[in-house]
């Protein structure tokens, strides 16, 4: 593993399902980062997490949650999908959450909510 | 609600011209990042400046900030058809809730023709 994978790569989910998109970097970076991506609104921040064992909400947080259980994994999961949540997904790390560092991005996943 | 509005949302140039986009901002940053988007991929840190700075230089890019007037401007010289991609600017907050979080501006798309 090189830099931040993200799996899948893209999905297909019927509403009220739910579903954890993963998120894994080997950087050895203390802050993660979930923002979702919607033509014509950019990136929004979801939930993010500056060291292991913390977490906080972004802009947009209803219907999503994380937990960071260790310094590589920053899982995110829609606990009942709804179609509004289509978009596509992106996993950011920095070596410092708190100094506004530089964020290294992984590859994205697409979701489809029917 | 999105810190940053880019300018123009698109951008058509040839081979060779000179692309500047710009960024404007609302509230005190403690830096302000450029980042590029190919099609289809995560986004990648192009540059990093500060508040206290007011240009830099990387390669054939140029970053200003005027902090006076709240905006930056991305300059890349020389362009060329793989400068083809969307950029968008993101704040780092200097205070309260958002310090250490970025917030994305729309990003402005650059068509670079051969």
């Known amino acids: 593993i090189a830099g931040i994978t993200q799996a899948p790569t893209s999905q297909i989910l019927a509403a009220g399902r739910r579903m954890t998109l993963r998120c894994t970097q080997d950087?050895?970076?203390?802050?993660m980062y979930w923002y979702r991506q919607d033509l014509g609104l950019g990136l929004r921040l979801i939930h993010y997490?500056?060291?292991?064992?913390?977490?906080g909400k972004g802009e947009v947080p209803d219907g999503y949650s994380v937990s960071r259980a260790n310094t590589d994994d920053f899982p995110l999961t829609l606990a009942s999908a709804v179609p509004s949540q289509t978009s596509v997904y992106f996993c950011?790390?920095?070596?410092?959450?708190?100094?506004?560092?530089?964020?290294?991005f992984g590859p994205g996943t697409r979701l489809t909510v029917l | 609600s999105q810190q940053g509005e880019e300018d123009p949302q698109a951008l058509s140039i040839q081979e060779g011209e000179n692309a500047t986009m710009n960024c404007s901002y609302k509230?005190?940053?403690?830096?302000l990042q450029w980042y590029r988007q190919n099609s289809g991929r995560g986004l990648v840190h192009l540059i990093l400046?500060?508040?206290?700075?007011r240009e830099k230089h990387s390669g054939r890019l140029r970053v200003t900030l005027d902090t006076s007037k709240k905006s930056s401007s991305l300059l890349i010289t020389a362009s060329r058809a793989a400068d083809t991609a969307s950029y968008f600017c993101?704040?780092?907050?200097?205070?309260?809730?958002?310090?250490?979080?970025?917030?994305f501006g729309q990003g402005t798309i650059l068509t670079v023709h051969p």
């Open positions: 950011a790390s920095s070596g410092s959450g708190l100094a506004g560092s530089e964020q290294f």
């Open positions: 950087m050895r970076h203390n802050a």
């Open positions: 997490s500056n060291t292991a064992g913390t977490t």
């Open positions: 509230t005190s940053i403690n830096n």
């Open positions: 400046i500060r508040s206290n700075e």
């Open positions: 993101a704040t780092s907050g200097a205070g309260g809730t958002s310090y250490g979080k970025l917030t």
